[in-house]
């Protein structure tokens, strides 16, 4: 007689699994990070007096996943800047990516001021449908500044030095200083995926033959962690968020440090401190790093052989 099948654990089980999971906090922080209003009015004035002698307005371009967060850290930087919630350039849930134009955008200080640096947006990287996604010769005509804002992507041709809209001969102002990939929390495992990894390392191959810096932006840091999601400044004592970011950082073989996490402005309509620290954080680190292109770019352009 055969034995009775063992029922299957229930559904809560897993759930009650998960939640242990994503709710370790370690001892020590993997990361320092102070959270005060100290801290942010520190960040806000070196970002609002930021400047360097290369370029106007030094350009970060974002890309990476549909629905990432790429146009709503955005949206959120603006609104720590202008000191009120603020949603401004398009943002959308699924998965089709919203943006579908290639845009620039500038920062407003909250006092009539524009702030000197530029985020640069474009379509997501995945296949969606019959669309394929941002091409990878696209993707590196906005790094070489042959492509302005404005101008809306085709998944299924390239743009090309015949197109009219095609820059020939950008200047160093109209090329991009520092690329971001910015990746969802809860999708990095889809970085196994081989069409996204592929374009991946192709970006990467490109960026680095120009000396261009490359990070990464981690996004909805609270969906990922439920300790995180009850306290942002447990952030860097998430188990879970620290596992996660060195299996990202192994498998696009950047370093941990190049990595930063927020949390994006989204369902808010009033500003959160430890947000805001995060978000403002992630932007010094893109600025930095963007100076440490310059400087080496200048030491390359000085230096006599």
């Known amino acids: 007689m055969r034995g009775r099948r063992s029922p299957s654990p229930p559904k809560q089980a897993y759930v009650q699994s998960w939640m242990t999971l994503t709710s370790q906090l370690m001892d020590q922080p993997w990361r320092e990070q102070g959270f005060s209003r100290k801290v942010k009015d520190e960040l806000l004035t070196e970002l609002r007096n ?22 709503s850290f955005f949206n959120s930087l603006n609104s720590v800047f202008r000191g009120h919630v603020v949603m401004q350039a398009i943002t959308g849930y699924g998965e089709t990516s919203v943006s579908k134009k290639f845009r620039e955008y500038s920062f407003s200080d909250g006092e009539g001021g524009r702030l000197p640096y530029i985020l640069c947006d474009t379509m997501g990287m995945e296949r969606t449908g019959s669309e394929d996604g941002i091409k990878v010769e696209d993707i590196i005509s906005v790094i070489k500044g ?3 804002d404005m101008y809306e992507f085709n998944s299924r041709a390239a743009i090309n030095c015949q197109d009219r809209q095609y820059q020939r001969s950008p200047s160093l102002k109209d090329k991009v200083h520092c690329v971001v990939f910015v990746v969802d929390a809860n999708k990095i495992v889809n970085f196994q995926e081989i069409s996204l990894l592929k374009k991946f390392k192709e970006v990467k191959s490109e960026v680095n033959s120009l000396g261009i810096p490359l990070l990464v932006l981690v996004t909805k840091i609270d969906e990922a962690c439920i300790e995180v999601q009850k306290d942002l400044t447990k952030v860097y004592r998430s188990r879970y968020l620290h596992e996660k970011v060195i299996q990202l950082g192994q498998m696009l073989n950047i370093p941990v440090s190049s990595i ?5 402005y989204a369902t808010e309509t009033e500003l959160n401190l430890n947000m805001d620290i995060l978000i403002l954080k992630a932007l010094q680190q893109m600025l930095r790093a963007t100076d440490a292109y310059f400087d080496e770019m200048n030491m390359r352009r000085f230096t006599w052989f």
């Open 50 to 71: 930021y400047e360097t002698q290369s370029v106007a307005k030094p350009r970060i371009l974002l890309v990476g996943q549909i629905g990432a967060g790429k146009s």
């Open 146 to 148: 042959h492509i302005s």
């Open 260 to 264: 930063s996490l927020v949390k994006n």
